[in-house]
């Protein structure tokens, strides 16, 4: 591991920021206030064309405000030299930006080496961000950005807007290119990735459910960015401040809700495993021991692979590595259910693997383990509808009576 101190995050506080841009009526940015603290990740979600690209480049001064301020670490960044500024700020677009010219190993030490760091010192660096990011450094060290898949080129991207360990990170919709599997995959990599060392992140995207899965504040943005609320996923999906809130976040809340709650908040629990390489004999033993349907196979790395029935194996003439059925989908510990109950659905076993780093086995999750968290988000949805209709003391005094006469406990209408 580097020996560089880790990244404890930076406050960043946007005062009455403003951008006009030269030919426009009216303002692209208009008078945003924003506090961010210390390693908090804050989402800004709107609309296409409200103003969120032109906000984070105001934060590492790409684009320079026409009124306002913003601090960092309550550091004035109009005083401190863009170049300079840039350095402690991490920058991830969409589609990684990668310089095309260069290998995976150039985009990265980018930074390092404008530092001054030794050679040797960039080279640690490199395979350790690379890694950082679910990247094999021996696989991938040489190759141009053109030899890379989207979700490849968006972790290269990651890896070096991390490669100086910068304690702010932006990100401008970095997951907007990628397909729908690839980015919760990314997603849920992400907070992990946000844990440890904190840092601060500003990310902008135009989808509510990711804003819901990442932030641990969300601003949702209107025109002009305007900040119609700023506050938890929670708060924004159960109490929207108004109907432009509502009505861009809002719908289909108890839905959305499923995106808050994670895999690890569940029961993980273990199934009967083999490898590729077991001897027949053996995983038939097993099918008949646990005297379960199906086993799950593990390739060399144990890596899930297929899902293997007793008919399968006898099919496949005993082979576990040619029989049964390909897992379509994993989650990891970080995936909300919301991306379970997809991957349960994809995979129709009934159960969805949960993989750790480098997509190694480590649990499964059963769709009634799911159903019952949806049961109870859907409760609790239904109990704060109720909450709002009634008004809450009228509602705690219809509890108290329904305890006290010993009755369901519904609302008396
Ligand atoms: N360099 C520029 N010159 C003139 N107008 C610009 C410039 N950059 C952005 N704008 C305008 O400012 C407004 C806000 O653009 P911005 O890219 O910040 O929005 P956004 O919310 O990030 O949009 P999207 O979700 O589509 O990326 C838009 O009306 C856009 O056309």
Same mark, same amino acid.
């Given at each position: 591991?580097?020996?560089?101190?880790?990244?404890?995050?930076?406050?960043?506080?946007?005062?009455?920021?403003?951008?006009?841009?030269?030919?426009?009526?009216?303002?692209?940015?208009?008078?945003?206030?924003?506090?961010?603290?210390?390693?908090?990740?804050?989402?800004?979600?709107?609309?296409?064309?409200?103003?969120?690209?032109?906000?984070?480049?105001?934060?590492?001064?790409?684009?320079?405000?026409?009124?306002?301020?913003?601090?960092?670490?309550?550091?004035?960044?109009?005083?401190?030299?863009?170049?300079?500024?840039?350095?402690?700020?991490?920058?991830?677009?969409?589609?990684?930006?990668?310089?095309? /010219?260069?290998?995976?190993?150039?985009?990265?030490?980018?930074?390092?080496?404008?530092?001054?760091?030794?050679?040797?010192?960039?080279?640690?660096?490199?395979?350790?961000?690379?890694?950082?990011?679910?990247?094999?450094?021996?696989?991938?060290?040489?190759?141009?950005? /053109?030899?890379?898949?989207?979700?490849?080129?968006?972790?290269?991207?990651?890896?070096?807007?991390?490669?100086?360990?910068?304690?702010?990170?932006?990100?401008?919709?970095?997951?907007?290119?990628?397909?729908?599997?690839?980015?919760?995959?990314?997603?849920?990599?992400?907070?992990?990735?946000?844990?440890?060392?904190?840092?601060?992140?500003?990310?902008?995207?135009?989808?509510?459910?990711?804003?819901?899965?990442?932030?641990?504040?969300?601003?949702?943005?209107?025109? /002009?960015?305007?900040?119609?609320?700023?506050?938890?996923?929670?708060?924004?999906?159960? /109490?929207?401040?108004?109907?432009?809130?509502?009505?861009?976040?809002?719908?289909?809340?108890?839905?959305?809700?499923?995106?808050?709650?994670?895999?690890?908040?569940?029961?993980?629990?273990?199934?009967?495993?083999?490898?590729?390489?077991?001897?027949?004999?053996?995983?038939?033993?097993?099918?008949?021991?646990?005297?379960?349907?199906?086993?799950?196979?593990?390739?060399? *790395?144990?890596?899930?692979?297929? *899902?293997?029935?007793?008919?399968?194996?006898?099919?496949?003439?005993?082979?576990?590595?040619?029989?049964?059925?390909?897992?379509?989908?994993?989650?990891?510990?970080?995936?909300?259910?919301?991306?379970?109950?997809?991957?349960?659905?994809?995979?129709?076993?009934?159960?969805?693997?949960?993989?750790?780093?480098?997509?190694?086995?480590?649990?499964?999750?059963?769709?009634?383990?799911?159903?019952?968290?949806?049961?109870?988000?859907?409760?609790?949805?239904?109990?704060?509808?109720?909450?709002?209709?009634?008004?809450?003391?009228?509602?705690?005094?219809?509890?108290?009576?329904?305890?006290?006469?010993?009755?369901?406990?519904?609302?008396?209408?």
């Amino acid at each position: 591991m580097s020996s560089r101190p880790s990244a404890a995050g930076a406050t960043v506080e946007l005062e009455g920021l403003t951008k006009r841009y030269p030919g426009g009526a009216r303002p692209a940015v208009d008078r945003v206030g924003m506090e961010i603290g210390a390693g908090e990740t804050v989402v800004l979600v709107g609309p296409p064309g409200c103003g969120k690209s032109t906000v984070l480049k105001m934060v590492n001064r790409l684009v320079e405000p026409s009124e306002g301020r913003v601090r960092i670490d309550g550091r004035d960044v109009a005083r401190t030299d863009p170049v300079r500024l840039r350095r402690r700020i991490g920058y991830v677009v969409r589609g990684g930006g990668l310089f095309p /010219h260069l290998t995976v190993a150039q985009n990265v030490a980018l930074v390092p080496r404008m530092l001054g760091e030794p050679a040797d010192r960039v080279r640690a660096r490199v395979e350790e961000v690379l890694d950082l990011v679910g990247l094999d450094p021996g696989a991938f060290h040489d190759r141009r950005p /053109h030899r890379l898949s989207d979700g490849q080129r968006l972790r290269v991207g990651l890896a070096r807007a991390l490669a100086a360990d910068p304690p702010v990170l932006l990100m401008d919709e970095p997951f907007g290119a990628v397909d729908p599997t690839t980015r919760s995959r990314l997603q849920d990599e992400l907070v992990r990735l946000r844990r440890e060392p904190r840092r601060t992140i500003v990310l902008a995207t135009r989808d509510v459910e990711e804003a819901v899965k990442l932030g641990d504040r969300v601003a949702v943005l209107g025109e /002009h960015a305007r900040v119609a609320q700023f506050d938890t996923p929670e708060a924004v999906l159960v /109490h929207p401040a108004d109907a432009f809130v509502s009505g861009f976040a809002g719908a289909g809340a108890a839905l959305k809700r499923l995106g808050l709650a994670r895999v690890r908040d569940v029961e993980i629990t273990d199934c009967p495993t083999a490898t590729v390489d077991d001897p027949p004999r053996y995983v038939l033993d097993r099918l008949c021991a646990d005297g379960t349907e199906e086993i799950l196979v593990l390739d060399r *790395w144990g890596r899930p692979r297929t *899902w293997l029935g007793r008919g399968d194996l006898l099919r496949a003439g005993g082979s576990p590595a040619r029989a049964g059925r390909p897992v379509r989908s994993t989650v990891t510990r970080d995936a909300t259910l919301r991306d379970a109950l997809e991957a349960v659905l994809a995979d129709r076993a009934g159960r969805v693997v949960v993989t750790g780093r480098r997509g190694a086995y480590e649990g499964v999750v059963g769709v009634e383990t799911l159903m019952d968290s949806v049961r109870e988000l859907l409760e609790a949805g239904r109990l704060e509808a109720l909450e709002a209709r009634y008004g809450l003391e009228e509602l705690r005094a219809d509890r108290t009576y329904a305890a006290q006469e010993g009755v369901g406990g519904e609302a008396r209408a």
